[in-house]
């Protein structure tokens, strides 16, 4: 039984995959397994009988690997999974995990050493690779991180610079604001002694009375300064406006209603034109304020007189469409051309005409109706063809109704599809 198990032993020696090495006390090689073979590439024939240095590299050999190994190998009696490097016969230097034990005799005297070789060079050069890919990941993290911080801290820094630039800028529009209000306040109240001296120098004096020549004159001053009074007053409104401040009102009201007061006022008025009221009957209220749609209508039933040809017609329609009641004003003028009707509505932007009468405005009565029509959920804009007129569509919302402000384009399709 001990000589089968003692077979048995040897066959696993002789046979293992590892490295299985037989040393004596000198290091000389005394066998040689099939392990062996296969890792170094040495056949037992080539090895046995030399030194084991041949199979350490010669910076280790330089290095005192061996004798370090020695003396532990002395001192312990055994030397276990040690990590090292070993060279083949074909000269590569291949990774090794070293176990070596010290052999005694049944007199405890020493007869040698085994060492037992396993090839891990795929193990550690993939454990070195996830090594270097972890040096590399937390490079790359602590470059991010750092990249990270310094563009927060440029974040904040810009943060603070937009929150001075934003504290600069509203207390910029506060002087606007308060500039504007002044200088209108101080323009007004001079204009309006001006026009009230010039209004009774205009109004009949037996005692003194005015040659044609000066009674031309002194109402050419009198329309000039009425002229500058609205445009203060138009300068004031837009400073409101966009100031956040222009006080609207909401109320219910019939706006058909509104509109034939307005067409009974311009009839009386107006001997040149044709003006066509609405014919739309039982129509619903809309949401707005009153005073200032009948301001913005106003605006713009001066508009089209302005522009509208003599003897020519002047029209009003109203129609429902969707959520809204949608007003429409259309002339028979000559038209706008596509490049200004897309600036008409800008600040200070004037149509260009040839026949233009000083009464004509400042280019600020569109962009406020828009601003104050806006500002009630609806919308104003216009629709124009050279040589055949323009017409202008303001839209409010229904009352009693709960909805965001329209878009221009899409009323304007669904009125190409109702019309």
Same mark, same amino acid.
């Given at each position: 039984?001990?000589?089968?198990i003692?077979?048995?032993l040897?066959t696993?020696?002789?046979?293992?995959?590892?490295?299985?090495?037989?040393?004596?006390?000198?290091?000389?090689?005394q066998?040689w397994?099939?392990?062996?073979?296969?890792?170094?590439?040495?056949?037992?024939?080539?090895?046995?009988?030399k030194?084991?240095?041949?199979?350490?590299?010669?910076?280790l050999?330089?290095?005192?690997?061996l004798?370090?190994?020695?003396?532990?190998?002395?001192?312990?009696?055994?030397?276990?999974?040690?990590?090292?490097?070993?060279v083949?016969?074909?000269?590569?230097?291949?990774?090794?995990?070293?176990?070596?034990?010290?052999?005694?005799?049944?007199?405890?005297?020493?007869?040698?050493?085994?060492?037992?070789?396993r090839?891990?060079?795929?193990?550690?050069?993939a454990?070195?690779?996830?090594?270097?890919?972890?040096?590399?990941?937390?490079t790359?993290?602590?470059?991010?991180?750092?990249?990270l911080?310094?563009?927060?801290?440029?974040?904040r820094?810009?943060?603070?610079?937009?929150?001075?630039?934003?504290?600069?800028?509203?207390?910029?529009?506060?002087?606007? $604001?308060?500039?504007? &209000?002044?200088? #209108?306040? /101080? !323009?007004?109240?001079?204009?309006?002694n001006?026009?009230? %001296?010039?209004?009774?120098?205009?109004?009949?004096d037996?005692?003194?009375?005015l040659?044609?020549?000066?009674?031309?004159m002194?109402t050419l001053?009198?329309?000039?300064?009425?002229?500058?009074?609205?445009l203060v007053?138009?300068?004031?409104?837009?400073?409101?406006?966009?100031?956040?401040?222009?006080?609207?009102?909401?109320?219910?009201?019939?706006l058909?209603?509104?509109?034939?007061?307005?067409?009974?006022?311009?009839?009386?008025?107006?001997?040149?034109h044709h003006?066509?009221?609405?014919?739309?009957?039982?129509?619903?209220?809309?949401?707005?304020?009153?005073d200032?749609?009948?301001e913005?209508?106003?605006?713009l039933?001066?508009?089209?007189?302005?522009? $509208?040809?003599?003897? &020519?017609?002047? #029209?009003? /329609? !109203?129609q429902?469409?969707?959520?809204?009641?949608v007003? %429409?004003?259309?002339?028979?003028?000559?038209?706008?051309?596509?490049q200004?009707l897309?600036?008409?509505?800008?600040?200070?932007?004037?149509?260009?005409?040839?026949?233009?009468?000083q009464?004509?405005?400042?280019?600020?009565?569109?962009y406020?109706?828009?601003?104050?029509?806006?500002?009630m959920?609806?919308?104003?804009?216009?629709e124009?063809?050279?040589?055949?007129g323009?017409?202008?569509?303001?839209?409010?919302?229904?009352?009693?109704?709960?909805?965001?402000?329209?878009?221009?384009?899409?009323?304007?399709?669904?009125?190409?599809?109702?019309?």
């Amino acid at each position: 039984m001990k000589k089968q198990i003692e077979r048995l032993l040897a066959t696993i020696t002789a046979d293992s995959a590892d490295a299985i090495i037989w040393l004596d006390n000198a290091d000389v090689i005394q066998s040689w397994n099939r392990g062996a073979e296969i890792i170094f590439g040495y056949a037992p024939a080539e090895i046995i009988g030399k030194r084991f240095e041949i199979l350490v590299p010669d910076d280790l050999r330089v290095g005192g690997e061996l004798e370090r190994l020695k003396q532990e190998l002395a001192s312990c009696g055994f030397i276990r999974n040690y990590i090292t490097q070993r060279v083949a016969k074909d000269g590569s230097v291949l990774i090794v995990e070293l176990t070596r034990t010290q052999l005694r005799d049944e007199h405890g005297q020493a007869m040698g050493s085994s060492a037992i070789l396993r090839d891990v060079t795929k193990r550690e050069r993939a454990q070195a690779q996830i090594r270097e890919l972890n040096r590399q990941l937390e490079t790359q993290v602590a470059q991010r991180t750092h990249e990270l911080s310094e563009a927060n801290q440029q974040l904040r820094r810009r943060q603070r610079e937009l929150e001075k630039a934003n504290a600069e800028l509203e207390r910029l529009d506060e002087l606007k $604001s308060e500039f504007v &209000s002044l200088v #209108s306040h /101080e !323009l007004r109240a001079p204009l309006s002694n001006i026009s009230g %001296s010039l209004q009774l120098l205009l109004d009949e004096d037996d005692a003194n009375p005015l040659t044609p020549h000066q009674r031309e004159m002194i109402t050419l001053a009198n329309d000039q300064t009425e002229r500058l009074t609205r445009l203060v007053k138009g300068v004031l409104n837009i400073a409101r406006i966009e100031a956040g401040n222009a006080a609207l009102s909401f109320q219910a009201f019939d706006l058909c209603v509104l509109i034939q007061h307005l067409l009974e006022q311009w009839r009386a008025c107006d001997l040149e034109h044709h003006w066509l009221g609405p014919t739309a009957s039982n129509l619903p209220s809309v949401w707005g304020d009153r005073d200032r749609v009948e301001e913005v209508l106003t605006n713009l039933f001066d508009n089209a007189y302005k522009y $509208s040809n003599p003897k &020519s017609t002047i #029209s009003v /329609e !109203l129609q429902v469409i969707e959520d809204q009641l949608v007003v %429409s004003i259309s002339d028979q003028g000559k038209g706008i051309s596509k490049q200004e009707l897309e600036k008409i509505f800008d600040k200070f932007y004037r149509v260009e005409r040839s026949d233009a009468r000083q009464t004509y405005g400042y280019g600020l009565g569109l962009y406020i109706s828009l601003k104050l029509i806006q500002a009630m959920g609806g919308t104003l804009w216009a629709e124009s063809r050279v040589g055949y007129g323009s017409t202008f569509y303001v839209s409010l919302p229904l009352a009693g109704q709960s909805h965001s402000p329209p878009v221009s384009s899409q009323i304007s399709r669904s009125l190409s599809i109702a019309v």
